[in-house]
């Protein structure tokens, strides 16, 4: 495929619309191109030198024609183009000039030649006016075109041992010059691709794969850093260079040769020998957080980095340094460590084995036994590896003692309450194992001190103690029989509740901990509560104000039991060892609540049950008797504290009156005049209690006489006669009550008589006989009569009527 320089085109302004312009050039041509004016039959373009003597050259065209050519120009010259547009009669139409360069002179190739598997270098000929030359290459269906500037040029991008045709052509501003006179030139074959490797530290094996028309091989080996050298040829595709130095670098050079005897490219490649095997110089052990060994050797030539292996497959590695580290590795150990060197060719033989011993492992099982108390031993598990043991206890108190043994046991004292802190250290030729198990043994917690038991209640039992140390709880039992009180606590007080009263407890105070249970041989101590409640069972009154009081006695042992009796303005006690007591002097008219408490050399009870205890109503001061008439008396009488009602009785052999009342007086029918009564009162409470009040006796007064007539006697004088019931003892007292005179007399006792002289006759009387009493008063309620009387002439009075005069 050519390659076409176009021109700059130069586009003139022309008469009649004509465009022209330069297409391409050569060395001797020149091709230009256009677009007529309508009417044109026929085309002339004229090539002038500008700076040159030499003739025009011109060509004409039809007037069909948009392209043409000039030829049999002078190469790399300046040309004045114009472009003439005719008619029929030759006649110019429009016309259009240009300027144009034509191309340089065509080169020659001297020769052409291959260095390289995908290139071939021409040398050619340089001509005059080029700035450049253009190198074509082409081979079956391959074409390509490369720009050089100057001879010698080189065309890359070929294949190897192809043939390829090459052409050169120059160029300058005008164009370029037709392709001079191929020449043929074939590319060499590829280099071999060297693979190479170090199967040993003093073997390099160099390997590649077969190369396409290639009939021989030759490898150079060469040292690094050294001038003496090693060439090799060969038909195969495998070389060993042997007897080489260890970790040594050497730079291969390999080269193919084609049948036709030319050497192909040329590939170098470089190879490290394997190092040589360290020594390992010695092992430690080394201590810190985590048990390892430090690995030391002598540094070899070529090693890039270093792996130290153990017998047990562990390792470690180092660039820089000629140690590493093995961290961790297992206690107890009996291994050994090689070193091998490492470079890219791959790593050393191992160097001889070193043997090393770890620190022992510490025991696995530790514990502590305590055949008695205060005798511990320290016991672990043997260890393989070791040659004595280090034991270690510490108690939390900071106390520390520690044993030496090739035995696997140590004694010590343990105290209870403590916690020791037991570690083993076994040692070897390696030093001491970096840690150890601790193992934490725990005393049992000592019996706490000061223990003190006090009854805060009645069925409460308060304990306190001292703390004790090692004890994270203590349990408190209260024990009777078969009936046990648990508490468990924290702290160093416990209250034991719902006891029975009256009952000696043994408590004991039991340390724990969670480690060592708890300590069962602390002495126990003794305590009774307080005595159980007596409760009253009745509640007799024996006098005015004495009652007696029955009692439960539940208590056993020398039990003292009081009752009180505790009213609104007084308390009353009694105190008993037996079921009973009496309470004494309790005021009438009151209310009391009963209890009775137990007391012991322990304390007291709570009391019992109360019940309510109310005393009789209290007896009127004085009861006052009146009487009203004949056959009524009005009672009164003062208010008895507590009574709410009354019941009165007047009683006698021929009778008795009776009245119940709220108030504190009574009107009594019934009453047998001259007659002796006995007063009684009853006072009630609101409670129904009742008190037998008993006053002076009381003596109706005596009877009124009946029968009682006035008569008039012989010697003026009336007579009032009655007759008398009852005993005749009292005096009678006779009032007359006349219009114009009154007349009283007086008559003797036993008299059923009495005369009155009168002043004045015929009259109208008012007559009233009554007894008078043994203090001289007379009875007023005795009934009235009224007689009217005549003068003398009647012997007889006659009733006019009776009449009631009032009480006065």
Not at 515 to 531: I, Y
Not at 539 to 558: A, D, E, F, H, R
Request: proline letters at 6%; aromatic letters at 8%.
């Amino acid at each position: 495929m050519g390659r076409i320089v176009v021109a700059l085109a130069k586009i003139c302004a022309a008469q009649n619309d004509i465009t022209f312009s330069v297409f391409t050039v050569t060395s001797k041509s020149m091709t230009v191109q256009w677009k007529g004016p309508t009417g044109a039959s026929s085309y002339k373009i004229t090539a002038t030198p500008k700076n040159s003597s030499k003739y025009p050259v011109f060509a004409q065209f039809s007037g069909n024609s948009v392209m043409g050519s000039v030829n049999s120009l002078s190469p790399n010259t300046l040309y004045t183009v114009q472009l003439e547009a005719m008619d029929n009669a030759l006649n110019v139409l429009s016309s259009a000039r240009t300027e144009e360069t034509t191309a340089p002179e065509v080169p020659s190739i001297v020769t052409a030649y291959s260095k390289h598997s995908d290139s071939v270098t021409v040398e050619f000929t340089e001509v005059s006016g080029a700035t450049s030359y253009i190198l074509r290459a082409e081979s079956g269906d391959f074409f390509s075109e490369s720009p050089v500037s100057s001879s010698p040029g080189t065309v890359v991008d070929l294949q190897p041992n192809t043939q390829y045709k090459l052409s050169v052509m120059s160029v300058n501003s005008g164009g370029r010059s037709q392709p001079s006179y191929p020449v043929m030139a074939k590319t060499v074959v590829i280099a071999p691709k060297l693979n190479t490797t170090s199967p040993s530290n003093e073997t390099i094996l160099v390997t590649w794969p077969p190369v396409e028309h290639a009939v021989l091989y030759t490898l150079c080996i060469i040292r690094e850093n050294s001038s003496s050298r090693l060439k090799v040829n060969t038909t195969d595709t495998m070389v060993t260079f042997n007897d080489l130095e260890a970790g040594t670098t050497y730079c291969i050079k390999g080269t193919a040769w084609d049948s036709d005897g030319r050497t192909g490219d040329d590939l170098t490649v470089c190879q490290i020998t394997r190092p040589p095997s360290p020594d390992v110089t010695h092992v430690t052990v080394t201590s810190g957080r985590s048990l390892g060994i430090a690995v030391y050797w002598v540094p070899v030539q070529g090693a890039e980095n270093y792996i130290a292996y153990t017998s047990n497959d562990q390792n470690c590695s180092s660039t820089a340094n000629s140690y590493c580290y093995i961290i961790p590795i297992e206690c107890g150990q009996n291994h050994s460590v090689t070193v091998t060197a490492y470079n890219s060719a791959g790593p050393s033989s191992p160097s001889q084995p070193a043997e090393y011993i770890t620190y022992p492992c510490p025991p696995e099982n530790i514990w502590v036994e305590e055949p008695t108390a205060g005798n511990c031993s320290l016991m672990w598990d043997d260890v393989p590896l070791v040659e004595y043991y280090m034991a270690f206890v510490k108690r939390d108190d900071g106390t520390e003692m520690s044993c030496n043994t090739t035995e696997t046991t140590c004694q010590f004292f343990c105290m209870c309450g403590y916690t020791y802190l037991t570690t083993v250290f076994p040692y070897n030729q390696a030093g001491s194992s970096p840690y150890a198990h601790v193992h934490n043994y725990t005393t049992i917690p000592c019996c706490p001190q000061g223990v003190t038991v006090q009854l805060v209640s009645t069925e409460t039992l308060e304990i306190m103690w001292s703390p004790v140390k090692g004890a994270e709880l203590y349990e408190t039992t209260a024990k009777q029989t078969n009936n046990v009180i648990h508490c468990n606590d924290t702290a160093p007080v416990c209250a034991l509740s719902d006891l029975r009263c009256n009952t000696a407890y043994s408590v004991t105070v039991t340390p724990c901990s969670e480690l060592r249970g708890c300590n069962r041989t602390c002495t126990p101590h003794r305590h009774e509560t307080a005595p159980c409640s007596p409760e009253i069972l009745n509640m007799t009154q024996t006098s005015n104000s004495t009652y007696k009081v029955l009692i439960t006695t539940p208590n056993t042992g020398n039990t003292n039991y009081t009752v009180t009796a505790i009213g609104r303005y007084n308390t009353h006690t009694c105190k008993t060892r037996n079921g009973s007591c009496e309470l004494m002097q309790l005021p009438c008219g009151s209310v009391y609540e009963v209890t009775a408490v137990a007391t012991t050399a322990v304390g007291r009870s709570l009391p019992g049950f109360s019940k309510p205890l109310e005393t009789g109503p209290c007896c009127p001061m004085y009861v006052n008797v009146t009487q009203v008439t004949q056959a009524m008396t009005n009672v009164t009488w003062s208010p008895g504290s507590g009574a709410r009602s009354y019941i009165t009785a007047l009683t006698s052999s021929r009778g008795h009156a009776k009245c119940h009342t709220l108030d504190t007086h009574c009107l009594m029918g019934c009453i047998t005049c001259s007659t002796n009564y006995s007063v009684h009162l009853e006072a009630i409470s609101s409670t129904g209690h009742k008190s037998e009040c008993k006053y002076h006796g009381f003596s109706s007064s005596p009877c009124c006489p009946t029968g009682v007539k006035l008569y008039r006697r012989d010697n003026n004088s009336l007579r009032v006669y009655w007759r008398s019931l009852g005993l005749q003892i009292n005096n009678h007292m006779v009032e007359l009550y006349g219009t114009g005179a009154n007349y009283t007399c007086i008559a003797a006792a036993g008299s059923t008589y009495c005369d009155i002289q009168e002043e004045t006759c015929g009259d109208v009387y008012t007559v009233v006989a009554a007894p008078v009493r043994q203090n001289g008063i007379k009875v007023n309620f005795c009934q009235p009569r009224t007689y009217s009387v005549p003068c003398p002439g009647s012997n007889a009075g006659m009733v006019i009527s009776r009449g009631r005069r009032s009480v006065g």
